[in-house]
């Protein structure tokens, strides 16, 4: 398999996406570091894993703290001898009137969702440009980076922040072998896929909801040694919802 043996560190991993992600690694051999502030979660996540005869960890990590960052990947390094792929998935979700979000909101919001992909990057980055061949770091951006609803400045900032701290991180670490792209979802359900309307579904192109497994394929995809070609790139993965004219009757 194309990931056998190397080492993917997936931040959010406990749950929703992240969890996704991190069990199709390990579906392709990979070694898998579960960084989470959920305890329980990511135990559950990693026995998952181990259940079918995978091989995973669980570091539990505030995002927002650069010393877990740090420690983080000192844990990684030691455990599996190298760092190859990076998947910075871990963010939060605030919508609030502007009148009413609080500067204390905002710092929380940017330091998890924006200021962890840069730390982590930073982090990854000094691990994988000891690899002959580099690595891979994906950031979880969102739709809502170039389209919003009221009451979501917060989040939006951030995820538009991460498109364009992607194209730069890509731009510094290239010199190392190291690409650096971003996915940004649009709808993926994360809880009772089979209680979606008829109508969620025929918002979307693809005449369906996304899962998590629509996501994690796409870091398959970016992470595969052979598309070392492709960098600094947003991929919107959203069933085609923002490309879709939809008019009030």
């Known amino acids: 398999m194309g990931f056998s043996g190397r080492t993917v560190i997936i931040t959010g991993a406990a749950n929703g996406i992240g969890k996704g992600i991190a069990l199709h690694y390990a579906m392709q051999g990979a070694n898998i570091v579960v960084a989470d502030m959920d305890e329980q979660a990511g135990t559950e996540t990693v026995s998952l894993i181990k259940e079918k005869l995978g091989k995973a960890i669980f ?43 609080t500067v204390e909101e905002w710092d929380d919001l940017i330091n998890t969702n924006l200021r962890s992909v840069f730390l982590g990057s ?45 194209h730069a991180l890509a731009a510094s670490l290239s010199k190392y072998k190291i690409t650096v792209n971003c996915i940004s979802p649009g709808w993926i359900e994360t809880g009772n896929y089979t209680q979606l309307r008829s109508i969620d579904h025929e918002q979307h192109l693809s005449r369906r909801v996304g899962k998590p497994e629509d996501i994690a394929r796409a870091c398959i995809y970016l992470t595969s040694k052979e598309n070392d070609f492709i960098t600094g790139i947003n991929l919107i993965v959203d069933g085609g919802m923002t490309r879709k004219m939809i008019y009030e009757e």
Do not use: W
């Not at 650069?66 to 939060?92: C, P, W």
């Open 59 to 101: 570091v539990q990590t505030d995002v927002r703290k650069e010393i877990d960052i740090v420690h983080l990947m000192e844990i990684s390094f030691q455990t599996y001898y190298r760092i190859d792929i990076l998947i910075n998935n871990a963010g939060k979700v605030l919508f609030k009137s502007p009148y009413d979000l």
């Open 122 to 166: 930073r982090e990854a980055a000094k691990y994988m440009r000891q690899n002959k061949d580099g690595g891979s770091i994906v950031n979880i951006a969102s739709t809502r980076a170039l389209m919003s609803e009221p009451n979501s400045e917060a989040y939006a900032a951030t995820k538009g922040g991460i498109v364009a701290l992607t």
